[in-house]
C-alpha cells in the first residue's frame, strides 16, 4: 500500500472518529499506560470531555486528572462523579505474582468501579479485555470472540481478566450499555510491555525463537487500538453486551514480527532457536522458582508466554469492523516504519560528520 493511500485512509478514519453523535463526559483508567494515554487524546481530539484516573498525572493535554488507586473506593467514587461514560484500561498487567495481586485490581477494582458508575448515573461502559481470556492453550485460527473462561485461561492475568470480563457484561442492562474489547498484542512507540522487552532481551543475547518462529499471530498497531475503544464507546448502545476481539488482522509469522521490531530498534535479529516444549517445561520452573524468591524483572520466560510465541493465534475480524464501523488506519509495515522513526529520534545527535 502506498504512503498516500495509507494517508487518505488514515484521514477517513479519523475524521470518522470527530465526527461523534453526541460529546460524552468520559472518564478514562490507566490513561498512564500506553494504550490508555493514546485513547485519552482520541477522545479529546474527538471533542469529548475527558477525565483521567491512574495512580499517577497522566498529562493528556485537553483533559482533567483524578488521582486514585481501583482499589480505594472512595477515589474511584471521586473519578466517576459527574461522567455518562467509562473506558476501563486499567490493570495489573504481567506474567509473575501472586493471584491476590491480580483479583484485588483486576476483579474487585473493576466491581468497584461498575458499582460507582451505576450510582452516579453513567450511560455506557468499555471494558477493555484481552483475547486471552478465552485461550486456553491451543491453536485460534481465524477464530472469533469465544466466551471468556475464567477456570480454563492461562495464567493469573488472563483469568482474572476474564473474570472481570464476565462481571462487565453481567452489568449491562437498559440503564448502562456495556461494550467489552479486546485488543490483541498491542504495540507502538513507546511500549514497555512487548517492544521493549523483544529490544532488551535482543540486545542482550537473549531472546530465541522457539521452534521455526513460524506460527501466525495477530497483532495492534496502538493507534488502531485506540481508535476501536473510541469507536466502541460511540456505538456502545448499538453493539452492547458483545464481547469484541481487535486486531491489525495481518497474521504474520512471530519471527517476522520480532525481527521486524529488532530491526527497527537497531537491534539484532534473533538467530538461535529453542524447542518449543523446551520452553514450556522451562517456564514451568522457573515460574516455581519465582514463586519463591522473585527476581527484580520479568520472569525470563513462563508458561503462557512460550505458548504464546509457539502457537498460532489470529482472528476473524469480519465481525467486529461491521460492528464497530472501523477499520485499521496504519499497516503493520507503517507501523514499524513509526517504531523505527520513534528509535531514530531517540538516538544521540552526532556532530563532526
Known amino acids: ?52 484516573f491512574q495512580r499517577r498525572p497522566a498529562g493528556v493535554a ?11 473506593p472512595a477515589a474511584v467514587a471521586r473519578a466517576v462523579e459527574g461522567r455518562d461514560a467509562v473506558v ?12 491476590e495481586e491480580y483479583e ?3 476483579v474487585e477494582g473493576t466491581r468497584t468501579l461498575l458499582t460507582a458508575a451505576r450510582m452516579v448515573g453513567v450511560r455506557r461502559f468499555v471494558q477493555v479485555s484481552s ?68 529490544v532488551e532481551r535482543s540486545r542482550t543475547g537473549r531472546l530465541p525463537l522457539l521452534d521455526h518462529g513460524a ?11 485506540a481508535d476501536a475503544l473510541v469507536a466502541a464507546l460511540e456505538r456502545a448502545p448499538q453493539v452492547r453486551g458483545q464481547a469484541l ?16 521490531i529488532c530491526r527497527a530498534a537497531g537491534a539484532p535479529v534473533p538467530g538461535w532457536r529453542v524447542p518449543a516444549a523446551l520452553a514450556r517445561a522451562a517456564g514451568a520452573v522457573v515460574e516455581a ?23 498460532a493465534h489470529w482472528f476473524d475480524q469480519r465481525r467486529t469492523r461491521e460492528l464497530l464501523g472501523w477499520e485499521p488506519a496504519v499497516s503493520i509495515d507503517e507501523g514499524l516504519d513509526r517504531l523505527a522513526e520513534h528509535y531514530r529520534a531517540q538516538q544521540p545527535t552526532r556532530t563532526g560528520q
Open 1 to 52: 500500500m502506498s504512503s498516500r493511500r495509507r494517508t487518505r485512509r488514515g484521514t477517513r478514519q479519523l475524521a470518522a472518529v470527530r465526527e461523534a453523535p453526541e460529546p460524552l463526559r468520559v472518564l478514562v483508567t490507566g490513561a498512564s499506560g500506553m494504550l490508555g494515554r493514546r485513547t485519552a487524546e482520541r477522545l479529546v481530539a474527538a471533542g469529548h470531555d475527558v477525565r483521567t
Open 62 to 72: 485537553g483533559a482533567s486528572d483524578s488521582l486514585g488507586s481501583l482499589t480505594d
Open 88 to 99: 476501563h484500561l486499567a490493570a495489573k498487567v504481567s506474567v509473575s505474582g501472586p493471584r
Open 104 to 106: 484485588r485490581v483486576n
Open 131 to 198: 483475547p486471552s481470556v478465552a485461550h486456553t492453550g491451543g491453536s485460534l485460527v481465524g477464530a472469533g470472540a469465544g466466551p471468556a473462561e475464567p477456570e480454563r485461561a492461562r495464567g493469573h492475568y488472563a483469568r482474572t481478566k476474564a473474570a472481570a470480563e464476565q462481571l462487565a457484561l453481567r452489568a449491562d442492562d437498559a440503564d448502562l450499555a456495556v461494550v467489552a474489547v479486546r485488543p490483541h498484542i498491542v504495540w507502538g512507540p513507546g511500549d514497555t510491555q512487548l517492544v521493549e522487552r523483544v
Open 215 to 225: 506460527v501466525l499471530i495477530d497483532t495492534l498497531y496502538v493507534d488502531n487500538a
Open 245 to 260: 476481539v481487535v486486531t491489525n488482522g495481518e497474521p504474520r509469522p512471530v519471527g517476522d514480527l520480532i525481527a521486524g
Open 289 to 311: 522458582v519465582w514463586a519463591v524468591r522473585p527476581g527484580r524483572d520479568e520472569p525470563p520466560m513462563t508458561r503462557f508466554l512460550a505458548e504464546q510465541l509457539s502457537t
